[in-house]
């Protein structure tokens, strides 16, 4: 669940820090979209690891409500990751076309 919560939260942490920041613009933030999908991958790792473990232990083992949640919040990171990675692209190729001009 804690790598779920990084997952979703770097990319906002990372645009909130380029607005506070007079050396980063919001362009900077960019690099913190591999940290994002690097977490988001990790959590649904160990999500479904959890839930595997819960299964061979018939629910005894317990934290089948985090591995849930923990899962949730990976794909919500990797969704924001995956977003910012096209705006970023977006942009790069709009910037190649203005300069072509």
Known sequence: MAAGLASTLTLPVAV?????SESY???H???AIPVGIALGVI???LASAARHR??????????????????GLG?????????ALVAVAVYGLLEYIGSTD
């Open 25 to 27: 613009d919001l362009l």
């Open 75 to 83: 794909l919500a990171g990797l969704w924001l990751a995956g977003a």
């Open 54 to 71: 819960s299964e061979a232990t018939l629910g005894r083992a317990g934290g089948l409500g985090a591995a849930r949640v923990g899962h």
């Open 29 to 31: 933030a960019g690099f």
């Open 43 to 45: 959590a649904l790792r």
């Open 16 to 20: 909130f820090a380029t607005r506070y």
